[in-house]
C-alpha cells in the first residue's frame, strides 16, 4: 500500500482528479531540498565570510565571493527606492510561488516542465526568503575569466536558470512531437 492515496477515479468538471504523488515527488524531492542547499550555503557563507571576501576556487575561473544584492537578478532595480524594490519584488516573488505551486498541483504526471516549474519554484522561494529575513538576498558564486566576470549569483539563482532552461528546451521538444504528429 502506498503512503500516497490514490485519488479518486471520478471526474470532477470534466478534468482528470490532480495527482497528488507527483505533486508530492517534485516538492519533496526538488523544491524542499534544493530551498534548504541555498539557504544553508548562504548561512554558511554569511557566517565564515567577510562582505566582498573572495576565495578563489579554480584561480581565474571560479571563485566563493560573499556578496548581497538588493535588487533582482544581475542587480535589476538595485537602484529603486527601497520601499517600491521590496514591495514590488515580494509581491513579484509570491505570485510567482503561488502560481508555480498551482501549476505544479495541475500536473498529471512528473515531466521535463514539471521538473522545470518545481526548480523555478525552489529559486523563488530561497531568494523571498532571503528578502524576508535579510532584505537583502546572498549571492556568492562567481564565475570569470580573469577580470571579465558574470554577475555574481547563488544556488536559488542556479535553480530558476536551470528551470528556465528545461522550460525552453520542453517548447521545442513539445512542438517537435506536434509537428510530426501531424
Known sequence: ?????????????GKPPRNWRAFAMLVGLITIPLIAVDQLSK????????????????????????????GAAFSMFANFPPVFRTVFLFALSATAIVVLLVMIAQTDEI????????????GASGNLIDRAIRGRVID???VHYFDASYPIFNVADSA???????IILSTFFSKKETSTAS
Not at 500500500?1 to 468538471?13: C, N, R, T
Not at 521535463?112 to 525552489?122: E, G, Q
Not at 530558476?160 to 528545461?166: F, H, Q
Open 1 to 13: 500500500m502506498s503512503a500516497f492515496p490514490e485519488p479518486a477515479m471520478a471526474e470532477v468538471g
Open 111 to 122: 515531466s521535463l516542465i514539471s521538473v522545470a516549474f518545481a526548480l523555478v519554484l525552489a
Open 140 to 142: 556568492f558564486i562567481r
Open 43 to 70: 548561512i554558511y557563507i554569511s557566517n565564515h565570510m567577510m562582505m566582498y571576501e573572495s576565495i578563489p576556487i579554480i584561480p581565474n575561473w571560479f571563485d566563493i565571493t560573499y556578496t548581497q544584492n538588493p
Open 160 to 166: 530558476i536558470t536551470i528551470g528556465v532552461i528545461l
